[in-house]
Every structure is written in structure tokens, then in C-alpha cells.
């Protein structure tokens, strides 16, 4: 039963894959997220409301509301602008820059993940994107939620600069089974066969 | 009896679906597909095997023109569809397309013609028993659903 406060929360996906597309929209809705795809990183940036230049952001505050984006969740290979390329629009921009951005990847390249975790996103998803790879990502904005919430009520160096990531263990969400973001946070998984990556402390790197 | 048909198609596809998996065509990814298809969504899965048949005939047929002239052959451009063509496959499960591919795109990263004929030759007949067998399987869900609706119409209650 989703609690009272519990509000839905908007993803973006990037892909050029149709079918991908419709993968992760599916696996979005399943998880209860709202969704809007779009096919290419200057299509999510136009979302996102970076104009042309992708400098500025778009002068109508209601447009910004009504198109509020709680993640972006991209695909690293795309044509033009990388998933990578993106992130660092996202991460340069002073009105983005707070969104969570998770990368996915059907290449297990080291040196590309440790790059992108180290550049701001917040978790790199190997392909195929699975059903359970959905439960990390609640975390991630309720996370980014909470250093608006900072950012905005004082200037508390720990959480509003990008360097510190310290994971803060959220108890909201009923979506969650427990044990599982309780593994989750402290990066034990012994029993998960596949690889996830995410950032724990601003320096170091902890697979999975 | 009503009722019972449904029960010998549910067993044919459990059939099918398990030697698809032993002869490893599929692999989990494509049990996914079911477990994200429900009353909100009820064509997922076809619609999504339906993409891929047709982004899949059109990648196959984008490499085999580009493998009509010895001389000019791109061979980075059969690279690109190839990845496109192992994502959509891993996408789904369709495991042994995806392995197949892999095999091919190290043909076209030594630029071996001969090989890259001889793996397209093995791709495009996967390919085709995959598109066959998953057809069957459809065929074999729509039955199954026909069967079922038999017993449950609300006329017949």
C-alpha cells in the first residue's frame, strides 16, 4: 500500500533503440514512475528545457513545472550525443544540475563506467535492464529531493556540492523491500549475479 | 469438456519454451517480456516482438547489400548494425541471434569478406528458426487465450 505522501515520480529515458524505448518505459511504468521517452540526448535536453544553445534554461517557470523531471535514465551508445555527452550537459547546467542521471549500457567497459560515476551519474545499468534494476532508482531521487531540499534551506557544503554522494538511507518508500536497499547501501550483494555500479563516497568506487 | 483445452495448449508451450531454452534461442530476458505484459499493457509482447522482426529483416538486409561488393565493402557500417542488432536481440533474449552476432562482428573487425558471408549465412538462418518458433509460439497463446475464453464467456455462466 503506497503511503499517503508518496508522490509519482517522472523519468526521462533516452534511447535510440525503439525497442529499448519501449522496454524501459514499460519497466518505468511497471515500478509506478511516470514516463516520457524521447530517441536522443538534444530531444531530452529540449525536454529538459535547454534551449538551442543548451545554455539557457527556458524562461517560463509553469513550462518548467509542468515537464518536472525527477530522472534521467540514458543509454550510453546513441548517434550525435552520447549518454555521456548528456550527462555533462545535465551535470554543467545550473537548473539541471541536481537531477539524478543513471546510464545504461549493454558494454561492460570499465573505464567508461568509472568516467560517467565519476562525472555525476548515480548508477551505471548494464543491458539488458532488468525488473530488479528498477529498485535503485527510487533511491537516487529521493536522494537528489533531499539535497533540494538542503540546498534551498541552508548552505550545507556536505550535501549540495556535487563531491559529496554519501548515501542517506531513506525510510519512505514501501516499494522497497528493506533487506535489499539495506544491501544496497552498504554494497553487500553476495547474491546478485549481475554487475550494478554506484557511487558510495565522493572517492571511492564500490561495485556491486 | 470446457476447460480442458486450455490446459494441453499451457502444456505445449511450456514445452516449447523449455527446449527454446535448452537450445539456448532464449534466455531469461525474454520470460521478462511476459512478466512486464498485464491488463494495462496486454500486447506488449508482441508488440515488441513485432519491432523486432521488422528493425531485424532490415538490419540483415542493410548487411547483405553491403557485402555484394567484395572491393567496397564497409565493414564499419556492418559493425553498426550488427551492434544494433545484438542490443535489440539481447533486449529480448534472443540469446543465440545475440552470440551469433558477436562471432560476425569480429568477421567484420579483420575486414574477412568470406567470413562475414559465411556468418551471415549462419545469422540469417537463426534468425529465421527463432522468427519460426516464436511465431509458434503465438500460435500456441492464442489457442491457449481461445480455450480459456471458451470456459469463462460470461454467456455461458
Same mark, same amino acid.
Given at each position: +500500500?503506497?503511503?499517503?505522501?508518496?508522490?509519482?515520480? %517522472?523519468?526521462?529515458?533516452?534511447?535510440?533503440?525503439?525497442?529499448?524505448?519501449?522496454? !524501459?518505459?514499460?519497466?518505468?511504468?511497471?515500478?509506478?514512475?511516470?514516463?516520457?521517452t524521447?530517441?536522443?540526448g538534444?530531444?531530452?535536453?529540449?525536454?529538459?528545457? #535547454?534551449g538551442?544553445? %543548451?545554455? @539557457?534554461?527556458?524562461s @517560463?517557470?509553469?513550462?518548467?513545472?509542468?515537464?518536472?523531471?525527477? +530522472?534521467? !535514465?540514458?543509454?550510453?551508445?546513441?548517434?550525435? +550525443?552520447?549518454?555521456?555527452?548528456?550527462?555533462?550537459?545535465?551535470k554543467?547546467?545550473?537548473?539541471?544540475?541536481?537531477?539524478?542521471?543513471?546510464? +545504461?549500457?549493454?558494454?561492460?567497459? &570499465?573505464?567508461?563506467?568509472?568516467?560517467?560515476?565519476?562525472?555525476?551519474?548515480?548508477?551505471?545499468?548494464?543491458?539488458?535492464?532488468?525488473?530488479?534494476?528498477?529498485?535503485?532508482?527510487? &533511491? %537516487?531521487? #529521493?536522494?537528489g =529531493?533531499?539535497?533540494?531540499?538542503?540546498?534551498?534551506n541552508?548552505?550545507?557544503?556536505?550535501?549540495?556540492?556535487?563531491? @559529496?554522494?554519501? !548515501?542517506?538511507? !531513506?525510510?519512505?518508500? @514501501?516499494?522497497?523491500?528493506?533487506?535489499?536497499?539495506?544491501?544496497?547501501?552498504?554494497?553487500?550483494? &553476495?547474491?546478485?549475479?549481475?554487475?550494478?555500479?554506484?557511487r =558510495?563516497?565522493?572517492?571511492?568506487?564500490?561495485? #556491486? | 469438456?470446457?476447460g480442458?483445452?486450455?490446459?494441453?495448449?499451457?502444456?505445449?508451450?511450456?514445452?516449447l519454451?523449455a527446449?527454446?531454452?535448452?537450445?539456448?534461442? /532464449?534466455?531469461?530476458?525474454?520470460?521478462?517480456?511476459?512478466?512486464?505484459?498485464?491488463?494495462?499493457?496486454p500486447?506488449?509482447?508482441?508488440?515488441?516482438?513485432?519491432?523486432?522482426?521488422?528493425?531485424?529483416?532490415?538490419?540483415?538486409?542493410?548487411?547483405?547489400t553491403?557485402?555484394?561488393?567484395?572491393?567496397?565493402?564497409?565493414?564499419?557500417?556492418?559493425?553498426?548494425?550488427?551492434?544494433?542488432?545484438?542490443?535489440?536481440?539481447?533486449?529480448i533474449?534472443?540469446? /543465440?541471434?545475440?552470440?551469433?552476432?558477436?562471432?560476425?562482428?569480429?568477421?567484420?573487425?579483420?575486414?574477412?569478406?568470406?567470413?562475414?558471408?559465411?556468418?551471415?549465412?549462419? /545469422?540469417?538462418?537463426?534468425?529465421?528458426?527463432?522468427?519460426?518458433? /516464436?511465431?509458434?509460439l503465438?500460435?500456441?497463446?492464442?489457442?491457449?487465450?481461445?480455450?480459456?475464453?471458451?470456459?469463462?464467456?460470461?454467456?455461458?455462466?
Amino acid at each position: +500500500m503506497a503511503l499517503a505522501a508518496e508522490s509519482q515520480f %517522472h523519468v526521462l529515458a533516452v534511447d535510440d533503440s525503439l525497442i529499448d524505448r519501449k522496454l !524501459i518505459e514499460r519497466l518505468l511504468k511497471t515500478s509506478s514512475f511516470l514516463v516520457t521517452t524521447v530517441d536522443s540526448g538534444s530531444k531530452a535536453l529540449k525536454f529538459l528545457g #535547454l534551449g538551442e544553445d %543548451h545554455g @539557457s534554461a527556458a524562461s @517560463s517557470s509553469s513550462e518548467q513545472l509542468e515537464a518536472e523531471v525527477n +530522472m534521467v !535514465i540514458t543509454d550510453y551508445c546513441m548517434p550525435e +550525443m552520447t549518454g555521456y555527452d548528456l550527462l555533462k550537459k545535465i551535470k554543467e547546467s545550473s537548473a539541471l544540475k541536481n537531477i539524478p542521471v543513471v546510464i +545504461m549500457s549493454s558494454e561492460n567497459v &570499465p573505464a567508461r563506467i568509472n568516467r560517467c560515476l565519476e562525472d555525476g551519474a548515480e548508477e551505471f545499468l548494464l543491458k539488458p535492464v532488468k525488473l530488479s534494476d528498477m529498485n535503485k532508482l527510487r &533511491p %537516487h531521487i #529521493l536522494k537528489g =529531493k533531499c539535497k533540494d531540499q538542503q540546498g534551498k534551506n541552508n548552505s550545507n557544503d556536505d550535501l549540495s556540492s556535487s563531491g @559529496s554522494r554519501d !548515501i542517506i538511507t !531513506i525510510n519512505a518508500s @514501501s516499494n522497497l523491500n528493506s533487506t535489499k536497499r539495506k544491501a544496497m547501501d552498504e554494497g553487500l550483494s &553476495p547474491g546478485r549475479k549481475r554487475a550494478g555500479f554506484s557511487r =558510495k563516497n565522493g572517492n571511492s568506487l564500490t561495485v #556491486l | 469438456m470446457l476447460g480442458m483445452g486450455a490446459g494441453r495448449w499451457e502444456e505445449d508451450m511450456s514445452h516449447l519454451l523449455a527446449l527454446l531454452f535448452h537450445q539456448g534461442v /532464449l534466455d531469461e530476458h525474454f520470460m521478462q517480456l511476459q512478466q512486464l505484459q498485464d491488463e494495462s499493457s496486454p500486447n506488449f509482447v508482441s508488440e515488441v516482438i513485432s519491432i523486432y522482426f521488422r528493425e531485424s529483416e532490415k538490419l540483415l538486409r542493410n548487411i547483405r547489400t553491403l557485402l555484394l561488393d567484395r572491393e567496397c565493402t564497409d565493414y564499419r557500417k556492418i559493425g553498426v548494425y550488427l551492434n544494433h542488432l545484438m542490443g535489440s536481440s539481447s533486449s529480448i533474449g534472443a540469446n /543465440l541471434v545475440r552470440n551469433v552476432c558477436v562471432a560476425f562482428r569480429a568477421a567484420s573487425e579483420h575486414c574477412n569478406w568470406a567470413g562475414c558471408l559465411r556468418s551471415l549465412a549462419v /545469422l540469417e538462418h537463426e534468425y529465421c528458426y527463432l522468427k519460426n518458433k /516464436l511465431h509458434e509460439l503465438f500460435q500456441i497463446e492464442q489457442q491457449r487465450v481461445l480455450a480459456a475464453g471458451v470456459r469463462y464467456h460470461p454467456l455461458l455462466q
